[in-house]
Nanobody
Framework: VQLQASGGGLVQTGGSLRLSCAAS????????MGWFRQAPGKEREFVAA????????YYTDSVKGRFTISRDNAKNTVYLQMNSLKPEDTAVYYC?????????????????WGQGTQVTVSS
């Protein structure tokens, strides 16, 4: 499976961006998909995840109520809608796919990773 993330950019505080992650391969609909981010000098952190069917979503506390993860299995794409962006959201955002649904917030359990897309929020 190959993952291609896009949609990053520069936005002002309070603005919005929508990230997309397009996947190749026929098994996309069976994967749990996640978004992670890594800010300069910091460790990678979990942002959001969505189950294979889309019926279950998970978020880290700092983005709850501002970010929404969704997926379109017909298009092999997962999205991250980011609203009310803050400077502390600035990071490289990565999408990832995993076969096993457990431990959705642990990057070490994900099998495939995209290349990352930069999100910069100016104050």
């Amino acid at each position: 499976v190959q993952l291609q993330a896009s949609g990053g950019g520069l936005v002002q505080t309070g603005g919005s961006l929508r990230l997309s992650c397009a996947a190749s391969g026929r098994s996309f609909s069976s994967f749990t998909m996640g978004w992670f981010r890594q800010a300069p000098g910091k460790e990678r952190e979990f942002v959001a995840a969505i189950s294979w069917s889309g019926s279950n979503t998970y978020y880290t506390d700092s983005v709850k109520g501002r970010f929404t993860i969704s997926r379109d299995n017909a298009k092999n794409t997962v999205y991250l809608q980011m609203n009310s962006l803050k400077p502390e959201d600035t990071a490289v955002y990565y999408c990832a796919a995993k076969v096993v649904s457990a431990s959705y917030d642990s990057g070490n359990t994900y099998n495939f990773w995209g290349q990352g897309t930069q999100v910069t929020v100016s104050s």
